[in-house]
């Protein structure tokens, strides 16, 4: 099994519509999370942590459920400029700062 | 952007050659990590340096290796290369090791073995 799982896509939606992502991890110590996001040929830039409590910015809400160890993103009114690959991560728990377990990434088009 | 610079940006090699990557890092940042992105893939952690020692390690062969210099500056070297090794190599840095210290991805160095 692998260690951050999520559906690759891709996820093809009209502008403005609502698109959620969802991903699972195994480690059920680890104790931090990330969205990545990953523009084409680009370096992944941080969207958002994600705590249990659940995070909002913007058009943005991330999810934790760790009994179901289970994340996801909500991205509402969906711009041209989501148009990216949102990567999954999970901090490796004993591993330090910095040692990230990244999911394949889910690939999103939003369409005119 | 990042203030995370690395070099080279492309680079092609030959299997069995030998590859060295270069990062440096953030003003004030004392630690990196590096990462390989095969296409298609999320990026796969290869080791961490903090203050010019290795911190942890992922799974990759001895071939891979690394420093961190007292700048706190990171070279990756890659021996005998394969035609796997064909990937996007990135390099993060960050302020510490502990939770909640952000990290800070360069650009990338894209690498083709032929």
């Known amino acids: 099994r692998k260690e951050v799982e999520q559906d690759p896509g891709p996820f093809n939606v009209p502008e403005g519509a609502t698109v959620a992502f969802n991903c699972t991890y195994s480690n059920s110590a680890s104790q931090s999370f990330f969205w990545y996001r990953q523009d084409c040929r680009k370096e992944p830039k941080l969207l958002m942590s994600v705590y249990s409590s659940g995070n909002e910015d913007g058009r943005f809400t991330a999810q934790l459920n760790r009994a179901s160890q289970y994340i996801s993103l909500l991205i509402r009114d969906s711009k041209l400029s989501d148009s990216a690959t949102y990567l999954c991560?999970?901090?490796?728990?004993?591993?330090?700062?910095?040692?990230?377990?990244f999911g394949k990434g889910t690939k999103l088009s939003v369409k005119p | 952007e990042t203030g995370v610079t690395q070099s080279p940006t492309h680079l092609i090699k030959t299997r069995g050659q030998q590859v060295t990557l270069r990062c440096s890092s953030q003003?004030?940042?004392?630690?990196v990590s590096w990462y390989q992105q095969a296409l298609g893939q999320g990026p796969q952690f290869i080791f961490q340096?903090?203050?010019?020692?290795?911190?942890g390690r992922g799974n990759f062969p001895p071939r891979f290796s690394g420093l961190q210099f007292p700048n706190y500056s990171s070279e990756l070297n890659v021996n005998a290369l394969e035609l796997d090794d064909s990937a996007l190599y990135l390099c993060?840095?960050?302020?510490?090791?502990?939770?909640?210290?952000?990290?800070?991805f360069g650009e990338g160095s894209w690498l083709t073995v032929v």
């Open positions: 003003s004030g940042h004392n630690t």
């Open positions: 340096y903090y203050r010019e020692e290795e911190n």
């Open positions: 991560v999970a901090e490796n728990y004993g591993g330090s700062q910095g040692n990230l377990i």
């Open positions: 993060a840095s960050s302020s510490g090791i502990g939770s909640g210290n952000t990290i800070y």
